[in-house]
């Protein structure tokens, strides 16, 4: 099947998608309520991160099963399969892309999954805190030393 719309059209169109979805807000509204600050979707940072906690050198990213071509939940679409092959298997690229960026410039990364927030939203939250906590001692740990 054609497109209907013009390139130009079709840019202006995915342009407007909106940046955050509402399990984005979901699941960073629970974190905010455990006490983390931090920014969502800082677009001067490469891959423009979900969450951002620039300190501690975070960066998390919460990934759409569709968008990000999850291997449990991904469905190909049945129409312009080349295209959707294509596109998803971009996005998983650029997405080592951009955790290779980070983790070259020593910054901590985490993916989440659509479906693990949704299947069981506290767990999830749990699991993005103790990897939080986990790099803030290690932070604090290092501070510590270069003191002494």
């Not at 998608?17 to 969502?40: P, V």
């Not at 604090?140 to 002494?148: F, H, T």
């Amino acid at each position: 099947m054609t497109d209907t719309m013009t390139k130009k059209q079709r840019s202006k169109t995915m342009g407007a998608i909106r940046a955050q979805s509402k399990l984005e807000n979901i699941f960073s509204k629970a974190l905010w309520h455990r006490g983390f600050r931090f920014r969502k979707n800082v677009r001067k940072l490469k891959g423009t991160p979900d969450i951002v906690m620039q300190k501690y050198k975070i960066v998390i990213f919460i990934d759409s099963c569709f968008w990000h071509g999850c291997p449990e939940h991904f469905k190909r679409p049945k129409s312009n399969q080349d295209f959707w092959d294509k596109k998803i298997s971009r996005n998983r690229e650029r997405d080592k892309e951009v955790d290779e960026f980070y983790k070259e410039r020593n910054w901590n990364v985490k993916h989440v999954w659509e479906h693990e927030i949704r299947k069981d939203l506290k767990k999830t939250v749990d699991e993005t805190e103790e990897f939080i906590k986990g790099i803030k001692q290690e932070y604090r740990e290092a501070k510590e030393s270069k003191k002494n």
